[in-house]
Protein backbone atom coordinates (compact mmCIF):
# COMPACT_ATOMS: atom_id res chain seq x y z
CA UNK A 1 0.00 0.00 0.00
CA UNK A 2 3.30 2.49 0.66
CA UNK A 3 6.50 1.91 -0.16
CA UNK A 4 9.54 4.40 0.99
CA UNK A 5 9.75 7.86 -0.41
CA UNK A 6 11.70 9.88 1.56
CA UNK A 7 13.48 10.18 5.20
CA UNK A 8 10.24 11.48 6.14
CA UNK A 9 7.27 9.70 4.66
CA UNK A 10 6.12 6.90 2.45
CA UNK A 11 4.10 7.53 -0.86
CA UNK A 12 0.89 5.66 -1.45
CA UNK A 13 -2.14 5.75 -3.87
CA UNK A 14 -5.63 6.18 -2.54
CA UNK A 15 -8.77 6.59 -3.62
CA UNK A 16 -9.45 9.49 -1.72
CA UNK A 17 -13.61 10.61 -0.83
CA UNK A 18 -14.93 13.28 0.84
CA UNK A 19 -17.41 12.84 4.26
CA UNK A 20 -19.40 14.96 6.87
CA UNK A 21 -17.68 13.34 9.45
CA UNK A 22 -14.55 14.88 11.72
CA UNK A 23 -12.09 12.54 11.13
CA UNK A 24 -10.05 10.84 8.62
CA UNK A 25 -10.68 6.98 8.26
CA UNK A 26 -9.41 3.86 6.10
CA UNK A 27 -10.46 0.49 6.62
CA UNK A 28 -9.87 -1.09 9.68
CA UNK A 29 -7.71 -3.77 8.68
CA UNK A 30 -5.62 -1.52 6.46
CA UNK A 31 -4.83 0.36 9.51
CA UNK A 32 -4.18 -1.89 11.73
CA UNK A 33 -1.67 -3.88 9.25
CA UNK A 34 0.08 -0.50 8.09
CA UNK A 35 0.57 0.13 11.72
CA UNK A 36 2.31 -2.86 12.52
CA UNK A 37 4.55 -3.02 9.13
CA UNK A 38 5.23 0.79 9.76
CA UNK A 39 4.98 2.27 12.76
CA UNK A 40 5.28 -0.88 15.58
CA UNK A 41 8.88 -1.26 16.67
CA UNK A 42 8.30 -4.88 18.10
CA UNK A 43 9.00 -4.13 21.64
CA UNK A 44 6.20 -5.27 24.00
CA UNK A 45 3.07 -4.84 23.52
CA UNK A 46 1.92 -2.20 21.57
CA UNK A 47 -1.22 -0.72 19.66
CA UNK A 48 -2.33 -1.28 16.60
CA UNK A 49 -5.35 1.00 16.47
CA UNK A 50 -3.09 3.99 17.34
CA UNK A 51 -3.58 7.07 14.13
CA UNK A 52 -1.41 7.10 11.30
CA UNK A 53 -0.41 10.56 10.62
CA UNK A 54 -1.06 11.36 6.56
CA UNK A 55 -0.72 14.57 4.00
CA UNK A 56 -2.57 15.11 1.57
CA UNK A 57 -1.94 18.23 -0.35
CA UNK A 58 -0.64 20.72 2.63
CA UNK A 59 -1.94 19.54 5.55
CA UNK A 60 -0.96 16.47 8.25
CA UNK A 61 -3.99 15.20 9.98
CA UNK A 62 -4.68 11.54 12.40
CA UNK A 63 -6.19 8.75 10.48
CA UNK A 64 -8.10 6.23 12.43
CA UNK A 65 -9.52 2.83 11.37
CA UNK A 66 -12.94 2.18 10.46
CA UNK A 67 -14.56 -1.64 9.30
CA UNK A 68 -17.52 0.57 7.30
CA UNK A 69 -14.24 2.40 4.51
CA UNK A 70 -14.20 0.44 1.10
CA UNK A 71 -10.07 -0.89 1.02
CA UNK A 72 -7.79 1.06 -0.42
CA UNK A 73 -9.75 4.38 0.34
CA UNK A 74 -9.20 7.57 2.51
CA UNK A 75 -12.81 9.16 3.92
CA UNK A 76 -11.89 12.61 4.87
CA UNK A 77 -13.39 15.48 6.60
CA UNK A 78 -14.80 18.50 3.94
CA UNK A 79 -13.13 20.98 6.03
CA UNK A 80 -9.85 19.14 4.95
CA UNK A 81 -9.93 20.21 1.64
CA UNK A 82 -10.46 23.97 0.22
CA UNK A 83 -9.95 23.74 -3.22
CA UNK A 84 -12.81 21.34 -4.54
CA UNK A 85 -10.05 18.49 -5.65
CA UNK A 86 -11.76 16.14 -3.80
CA UNK A 87 -15.16 14.47 -4.95
CA UNK A 88 -17.74 11.98 -5.00
CA UNK A 89 -16.43 9.50 -7.00
CA UNK A 90 -13.46 8.96 -5.13
CA UNK A 91 -10.40 10.00 -7.21
CA UNK A 92 -7.26 8.27 -6.93
CA UNK A 93 -4.19 10.50 -5.40
CA UNK A 94 -1.14 10.31 -4.07
CA UNK A 95 -1.07 10.42 -0.29
CA UNK A 96 1.99 10.79 1.99
CA UNK A 97 2.11 8.71 5.30
CA UNK A 98 4.64 10.31 7.80
CA UNK A 99 7.15 7.55 9.08
CA UNK A 100 6.56 6.54 12.78
CA UNK A 101 9.62 9.23 14.05
CA UNK A 102 8.36 12.40 12.31
CA UNK A 103 4.46 11.34 13.12
CA UNK A 104 5.34 10.81 16.48
CA UNK A 105 6.70 14.96 16.39
CA UNK A 106 3.65 16.19 13.82
CA UNK A 107 1.27 14.53 16.32
CA UNK A 108 3.24 16.63 19.39
CA UNK A 109 2.67 19.42 17.06
CA UNK A 110 -0.27 19.47 15.93
CA UNK A 111 -1.83 18.90 19.58
CA UNK A 112 -3.93 15.33 18.11
CA UNK A 113 -3.51 13.33 21.13
CA UNK A 114 -0.88 10.76 21.73
CA UNK A 115 1.70 9.49 19.60
CA UNK A 116 1.36 7.03 17.12
CA UNK A 117 4.70 5.49 17.37
CA UNK A 118 4.76 5.35 21.32
CA UNK A 119 1.49 3.09 22.02
CA UNK A 120 0.10 5.16 24.00
Known sequence: MFEAFSDGYYLGRLYVEPHDGDRAVIHRRQHELVN?????????????????????DNRHFPVHGDERVPEDTLVVPDSYVDDGTIRNPPSLREVLLAKADWAAQLMRLTGHGPDPAAGT
Open 36 to 56: RQLYATDEGIERLDAPLVMKL
